[in-house]
Structures are given as C-alpha cells and as structure tokens.
C-alpha cells in the first residue's frame, strides 16, 4: 500500500495546511496553532498504530515549526534582543482581575505612542515590568511620562469648573448598588464624595443651572483650537440638526473661563484671522485635505494631524430638545450627564452621583452595557483609566550588541551539547541504526520547540529550558533503545516497546504536572523554564516517541534480516500498540 | 562497558554513600545564601566599561554610605560587576505604613464626609483622622518632608501628600544607590532590579505553594500508578533525598536561593521521578531476576542521567563564559542535583523496593 493515497495520511495533510494557513494569516495565534496541531497530531500518532502515520505526524510538525520561523521569526526578550525594561511599582496589592485590567490599560497607553513592540507582565500583585525593544533615550522618557501620568479631572457646567478631581475623595467612588439603583430609577449609577471646598465650588457653579449637562472632561488640553472642513463636519452632525446649532452646542460645551477650546470651519477663515499667540495647536483630522492644512499652517498653527475617531463629535438632545455634545475624545471630554433640580439650589453638598439608563433591552446586554458605563465613569472621576497609583522603578537598559552576544553563546552552548550527546549516544550502542534516530528526533524536538517558544518570547529562562529539554529529551529514546536491545527472547518487539511505553507515559504524566504548578503560580521569571519543560515532555509522549520507536523498531528489525537500511514506510510491523 | 552487577551481595550496603551524602548536605543547607527575590533588597548588574576591581569599589561605596556587597567577573563579553544591597529599613517600615495608611483611608473620608452634615459625627471624625494623621507624621519623617510646608485641609489632601511622600521614601532609596554608582563606575549597561518586601514574601508565600501542591500530587500520582504503597513512599524518599543533596550542594557552592533555582530544583522533582518510576517499574512488573532487572535499570537510569547531565553542562559552561545568573543558578542546582540523583536512586530505591519485592516473593 502506498502511504500517500492512505485516507488518514491525506487527512493529516489536509490539516497541516490548513494549520500553515493560519500560521501565515493569524501570526499573533502562532503559538497556539502550533500547539493545537501538536495535540492534533500527536493523538494521531497514538490512536492510529501504523507506523508512517507517526513518522509523518512528526515531519509534517517540524515543516510547521520551519514554515513559522521563517514566516514570523523568533521573538526573543530583552535579554537577548536588546532593550530597556522598566519596573512599574503599583500602590497596593491588587487582586488577578484588576491586575488585568492595569496590564492591559498600559499596554493601551504604550501602544497609542505607535510602539506595539511593547510586553507589558504582572510580577506577583505589586509590580508590572514594561519592556520594550528600544534603548533610544526618547523612547524611553516618552513611556515613562506616559506611563506615570495621572490624569487630571474637571467637571465644567456651563463654562465653570464644578468638580475638580483633587477635591474627590477617590476611595468614596463606588458603584451603586442594585437597591440604590431603583430608589434613582436608574440603570447604572456611581457615587462619590467631595471635600469641603469641593462641596462649595460645586454649589456655586451648578446654582440655578437645573438640566444643564456637566462635561465631564479628563486631561483637557490647553491652547488649542479644533479645525473641521465643511463637509466632513456636516457628515458628522446628528441627522435633524443643522450646521449652526451642532456649531453651538460644541462651542456650549468646550467653553471654559479663559481656556475655551475654539472651534473653526476651514472654509469660514477669513483673511485677518490669525493664530492667538505662536504656539496654539490647530487640531485637525489626518483625513483633511493638504490645502485645508495648509491654509491652517498659513494662520499660524502648530499643526496636530489626529485620529479621524478622536475628532469625531458625538451629540444628542436633551428632554427639552437641546442639541448637546456629548463626546469629543481630542478635547478630553468623554460623557455630558445631566444635572438633576436637586443640586442646583446653591446649598453645599457633599454626595453625589451619577446615574444613566442604558439602550440595550435584553437582560444580560442591558447589564453588559451598565457594568462598562459604571467603569467609565469610575476611571474618569479617579482621573485615568488605572485604578490604583503607580510609581515607575529604575529601568535596566540592555545594549543590543550584548543581548546578541549571549545569543550566539546560547547557540554554540545547545550545538554543543546536542554534538556531545549525539557522540556518547554512539559510544554506549555503539550501533549507527540506534544512534542516528535519537540525534534526528532530537533536532526535530529542538526546532519544534524553538518555533513554539519563539512565538511568544524566548527568554533566558525559556532559553535554559529549551537546554534542559534537550537532555531529558533523549532519556525516554534511552529507555525504548535499551528495551528493545535487550536479549530478551520471552517477548516479542511490540511487547517490549509496550513495557517501554508504560515508563515512558508514567515519566511524562509526572514531569508535566510537576511543572504545571508553577506555570499558574505568577512567577513569570521562570514561567519560560516551566513552559518549555512541560512542552517537551508533551511533545515526547504525544510524538517524537512514538515516531521514534516507529523508526528504530523498523531500523532494528531490517537489521536482523539483514537487510541495511530498511524501507521506510512501504511495508507495514506487526500490530504496535499504546 | 560491563560493570558488575552491584545488587549481587549484600546491597544493603550501597545506602551507605546517600546516607553519607544527605548527612552532609543537611550541615550545608542552613548556609544557602537567599537572593533577592526572597529576601527583598536590591542587585544591581553593569556591564562595566573599563575594569575596576571589587575591593576598591566596595570601600568607596561604604565612604558613600552604601553597605554593598560587590563581585566583579571577567566574561567572554566583557567584565561585569554585580552589586548587592541589603533591604533598606526605611524601605520595609514606608511600606507598612502605606498599608496601614489605605486601610485606615476610607473610614476617614467617610466620616469626614458625614460630620460635614452630621456634627454628631465630628468625634468620631477627629479620633480616627487622628490616626490617620500620625500615621502620615511617621512617613513625612521618613521621607524627611515638612509638613507645616504642605497645605492638608482634609483626608483628601493627606492622601495626595502621604502618596507623594512614599514616592519620595523610594525614590531615595533608589538615589542612595545609584548616585554612588554612577559616581564610581563606568557602565555600558545597568540593570537594577529591587525586589520589595511585599513582593518577596508574596514570592515566598507562592513557591511554598508550589511545592506542597508539586509533592502531593507526585505522591498521589505514583500511588494510583503502582496501587502500592511501598514505591510510593521510597519514590516520595528519593526526591527527598535527591532535593536535599541539591540543596547541600547549593549550600557548598555557594549558589543562591532565588527564582530560577528554585525552578530548578522543582525540575529535579520531575526527574527524580523519572528514574525512580524506571526503576520501579522494571523490578515490580517484570520477571525474571529482580536483582539483575535492577541492575538493568541501572544501567538504563545512569544513561538518562548522564545525559542530561551533559546538556546542563553544557549550560553551567556558558554560564561561566556570559556569567548570567539565571544560567548559572539552573544549572549548577540541576548538576548538584543529578549526581545527587544518581547516589540517592541507586543506593536508596533501588535497595528498598529490590528488598521489598524480594520478600513479597518469599510469600
């Protein structure tokens, strides 16, 4: 039987390309797909017994591994790429989910800054290592600033500052609670509460000012000014509104005493206008047109090319009809809830909170939806979207020249280790049929295991534990190889590789959980040593044994017959079994 | 190459090199150096440009005030130093009153905030913001900030203030160390990793964990794999064993007790295992004579080993070259470990479940 028209050899073949497939178009899941097809295959290899389903399992593994490589390299960390790392100190313990939350917030931030090299990791429940490939010294300062700023809150009623965030007391903002919610007839509310002269200031901006929005605005930028064409405003405007009033509604709500945000029509400059002083920014869409720019730059701007989703206003209408701006993340605003009568009165109050209703009317959208709005708010009055404070450590900065150093001695130190294995192999069998197999297998192991690792980070520990995996790589090889050597005449082949498998399943099944442990304990220092051992105890059991046994068994027993070399995989062994 | 067969005679005899082994490693233990990362405190690594010897940076770093431990290393890229200084106290003490201080927040404001409406509240307000405040007194001192200069009208000032004042307290500590460095040292590169107390008993508190729950399940995973419980307890030993002997070794070579050879060491679990499950096996579910089945395993088990032996030689030798410490710290546990494993596996195991399957043969 020719292996190639074989149903299930066509069958894993169909499967590795769809695997090269997504390995190619989905580089970000590399890893995973590699270690989904190292299950797939390597359940292959132990259901189906024949002997060129194993082989192949594992051939067709390692073009994979080859295929990633070479389709999306290897990433390695700052150990041996060179780079700065720089140790993020949170205020208190926080528990896994907010710790999630902040990993992830950060490497937002890091990533507006157009740098997506950026790793951000938890270090136990106080600390957050950022690395990034970089050594440049502006890089460098850039994400520290952006990283230890804390956000400044202003709530502005009608052109006057009500609350400042300096005057919240940030352990009062909290949720409320399912009770408090129906008393407010709300689907999602936040109170807080503001000191003294908080409680004051509040009173005397809100007094009389019943149904006025609050802009709620985070870091507002000063001395700039917000340029639309015409046309691009207009596609922006709510449906039934017009030009004029959309105009007045941003103008409303980007006012502020003496720091108005002003908002200019490209086409409306004329002649005499001017920038107000020489360092105004003139904030436009970086879809706007190179006249349009120009003629901006002509005033006098400093030009500020942003996001077109950043410039974007977002607008609805009050019960009584008014046009508002309810969202312009440029100028910092990012929501407009509604003053109710009972704060406007003049007298100083302490506690307040913000409630709102949600769109969605399925149960579990309308909670989705009211549990991000509460969040929102929560990371706008605590003035940024991190819920604890930060303070940065000293960064270590790594030249690359160094890093590249310790790579090619980790390079000669894993050739030479595979070269002096690969010798005392031969002297202790003595057999070129028994030896070559295990120094194939444990190339193949090795490249398989780069791949994987190389799809994440290859870091000094995952490095060392690719070396370790090396040696404890060929010990289970020892065990089928001396098995099946033995002078053993009570026991067919098939039966001795059984004996052999027994150990060698039982050796797997403990190595993996001895490590697993501590792949969820959070140490991420050694997490790469522990994945890179539990990888290759997996990959053993699940496929370069069993190809290993499959190929040495055939090698051996061609052999015996005295036939040098065997052919591979055009005649079938007697039934092996797992 | 034929060795005799040492399991014929009285093997009883071949526990005496474990034995003698375990009993010198358990004097050594007791003398592991802990590493930053379980004892706080903070390393610092440079790549030096031009070299300088060990005992004159240490001295002038002791003239600045800094208690260092200095090392310096020639490398295959270049010299090296590695600079260790032990927890600041001020360090320790900032971070217990920061803890005490957020505990302690929220009930103040709170009360601040009803005794505005509430005067009824205004005793209790004052009694615990009391607290608060001489908690902040104590950082302000540490961060050696005056207070009278700063404008606290509420527990909402006192926070940014007290938060300000722990930034200050590690700030300094931080400039303590690397104004000294910086002033005596010429560097290519740096890197300066401090480990916080909180962070190194968090560290601590999860490797105990790890442990415990890495020997039950071994344990338990032997059981159901033999439903025996003579292996299971001569495999628990041998790990024991095996881990003691690694754990001397770390003692004599003066290896620390950080991260990376902690993994290591739950590595050697794992291989321990290995061997002891070959072994195992191989006398329990086998016939023929369990004397020469053992022998057999050995020969296999001693091949294992030495080959990973091999390969973490292979590391201990770059770790040599490079001197990076992660290298250095899984590979020499791991090497110590090893031949720890081979004396501990063939000389107690091998001799308590040979023992054992021989007198179940007698019956």
Redesign the interface.
């Known amino acids: 039987m020719d292996f190639y028209t074989d149903k299930k050899f066509i069958f894993m073949v169909a499967l590795f390309i769809l695997a090269a497939a997504g390995l190619v178009f989905f580089p970000r899941l590399a890893g995973l797909i590699l270690i989904g097809s190292l299950i797939i295959f390597g359940a292959f290899a132990l259901s189906w017994k024949e002997p060129h389903i194993k082989l192949s399992g594992m051939a067709l593994l390692v073009l994979l591994a080859l295929l990633n490589i070479y389709v999306n390299g290897i990433k390695f960390g700052i150990d041996f790429s060179g780079g700065t790392r720089i140790p993020v100190i949170l205020d208190k313990a926080v528990d896994d989910a907010t710790m999630a939350d902040l990993v992830k917030t950060i490497k937002t931030r890091a990533s507006v800054l157009g740098l997506t090299e950026v790793k951000v990791q938890a270090i136990g429940n106080t600390e957050i290592n950022v690395e990034i490939p970089s050594s440049d010294e502006a890089t460098i300062s850039l994400i520290e600033t952006t990283l230890s700023h804390q956000g400044v809150y202003q709530g502005i009623v009608d052109g006057k500052l009500a609350v400042s965030g300096d005057r919240i007391f940030s352990s009062s903002i909290k949720p409320l609670d399912s009770a408090e919610l129906t008393q407010q007839g709300a689907d999602w509310g936040v109170a807080f509460a503001v000191d003294q002269a908080g409680a004051e200031q509040f009173a005397e901006a809100a007094k009389g000012k019943a149904d006025y929005p609050i802009y709620m605005y985070l870091d507002r930028p000063h001395d700039v000014a917000i340029f639309y064409e015409r046309v691009q405003f207009r596609k922006d405007m709510m449906a039934d509104a017009g030009e004029k009033e959309s105009l007045k509604a941003l103008n409303d709500a980007l006012k502020f005493e003496g720091d108005s945000i002003p908002i200019y029509i490209v086409e409306d400059m004329d002649a005499n206008f001017s920038a107000p002083n020489n360092h105004t920014k003139a904030i436009v869409s970086v879809n706007m047109s190179k006249a349009a720019k120009d003629s901006i730059v002509a005033k006098g701007f400093i030009l500020e090319e942003i996001n077109a989703s950043m410039v974007t206003p977002t607008y609805s209408r009050t019960r009584s009809g008014v046009l508002m701006l309810d969202k312009l993340e440029i100028s910092g605003l990012l929501t407009a809830p509604i003053l109710s009568g009972g704060i406007t009165n003049g007298i100083p109050n302490y506690n307040y909170v913000v409630t709102g209703s949600v769109q969605a009317t399925n149960p579990a959208d309308k909670a989705k939806e009211a549990q991000n709005r509460v969040k929102e708010i929560e990371s706008i009055l605590k003035g940024g979207s991190l819920p604890v404070q930060i303070s940065l450590g000293s960064r270590t900065s790594l030249p690359a020249s160094l890093g590249a150093e310790s790579l090619r001695l980790s390079v000669i130190a894993i050739v030479l280790s595979l070269l002096t294995i690969a010798i005392l192999i031969g002297l202790r069998y003595r057999d070129i049929a028994a030896t070559l197999p295990i120094v194939l297998i444990s190339l193949a192991e090795f490249i398989i295991l780069v791949s994987i690792l190389g799809s994440f980070t290859i870091d000094l520990a995952a490095m060392a534990g690719i070396l370790a995996a090396i040696g404890v790589g060929v010990d289970a090889q020892i065990v089928i190889t001396d098995e099946l050597l033995k002078k053993d005449e009570e026991h067919k082949t098939s039966e001795k590789i059984d004996l052999a498998f027994g150990i060698i399943k039982t050796n797997a099944i403990v190595a993996i959980f001895s490590m697993v442990p501590l792949l969820f304990s959070g140490l991420v220092e050694v997490i790469g040593f522990a994945i890179s051992t539990i990888l290759g105890a997996l990959l053993g059991y699940l496929l370069t044994r069993p190809a290993y046994a499959a190929l040495v068994e055939k090698v051996l027993d061609a052999e015996k017959k005295g036939i040098i070399g065997g052919s591979e995989g055009s005649e079938k062994s007697p039934g092996i079994g797992f | 190459?034929e060795l005799p067969n040492i399991y014929k005679g009285n093997y009883k005899l071949l526990m005496i090199p474990p034995i003698i082994m375990i009993l010198i490693s358990l004097y050594f233990i007791p003398q592991i150096k802990m590493g930053v990362?379980f004892q706080g405190g903070t390393l610092i690594t440079l790549?030096l440009k031009e070299p300088i010897s060990a005992d004159t940076l240490s001295s002038e770093l002791k003239s600045e005030g800094l208690d260092a431990k200095v090392q310096v290393y020639k490398t295959?890229?270049?010299d090296k130093a590695e600079i260790e200084v032990p927890q600041s106290q001020d360090l320790v003490k900032a971070e217990y009153l920061?803890?005490n201080f957020?505990a302690l927040?929220?009930t103040v404001?709170?009360l601040?905030?009803r005794a505005?409406?509430d005067p009824n509240y205004t005793a209790q307000f004052n009694e615990e913001n009391q607290k608060l405040n001489a908690i902040a007194d104590q950082m302000f001192l540490l961060a050696k900030l005056d207070r009278s200069k700063m404008n606290i009208?509420?527990?909402?000032?006192l926070?940014?203030y007290f938060?300000s004042a722990?930034?200050t307290v590690?700030k300094n500590y931080?400039l303590s160390v690397?104004v000294p460095i910086d002033k005596y040292v010429k560097y290519?590169?740096?890197?300066?990793?401090?480990v916080?107390p909180?962070?190194s008993s968090?560290?601590i508190g999860?490797?105990v964990?790890?442990v415990l729950?890495?020997a039950f399940?071994?344990v338990v995973?032997?059981f159901l794999?033999f439903r025996d419980i003579v292996p299971s307890i001569a495999v628990l030993t041998g790990s024991i064993a095996d881990i003691t002997i690694a754990m001397g070794g770390m003692g004599i070579f003066g290896i620390p007790f950080t991260?990376?050879s902690?993994?290591a060491l739950?590595?050697l679990?794992?291989?321990s295992?290995?061997t002891d499950?070959?072994l195992t096996?191989?006398l329990l579910?086998?016939?023929g004579n369990p004397r020469d089945n053992a022998y057999?395993a050995m020969?296999?088990g001693v091949?294992?080993s030495?080959?990973?032996?091999?390969?973490?030689?292979?590391?201990f030798?770059?770790a040599m070259?490079?001197h990076?410490d992660?290298?250095y710290e899984?590979?020499a546990v791991?090497l110590a470990g090893l031949v720890g494993d081979i004396v501990a596996t063939w000389g107690i195991n091998a001799v308590v479940v040979l023992n054992h399957k021989e007198s179940m043969g007698d019956k």
Do not use: W
């Not at chain 2, 290519?188 to 401090?194: F, K, M, R």
């Open positions: 190459m990362d790549a295959t890229v270049g920061r803890n957020t927040l929220p404001s709170d601040e905030v505005y409406r009208t509420g527990s909402n000032d926070e940014k938060s722990y930034s590690y931080e690397s290519d590169s740096i890197s300066v990793q401090t916080s909180v962070l968090h560290f999860q490797a964990n790890v729950f890495c399940l071994s995973l032997v794999f991260l990376q902690f993994a739950l590595m679990i794992g291989f295992l290995d499950i070959l096996t191989r579910k086998r016939r057999d020969k296999t091949t294992m030495i080959m990973a032996l091999v390969s973490f030689m292979a590391l030798v770059l070259l490079t990076i992660t290298y899984i590979s791991a």
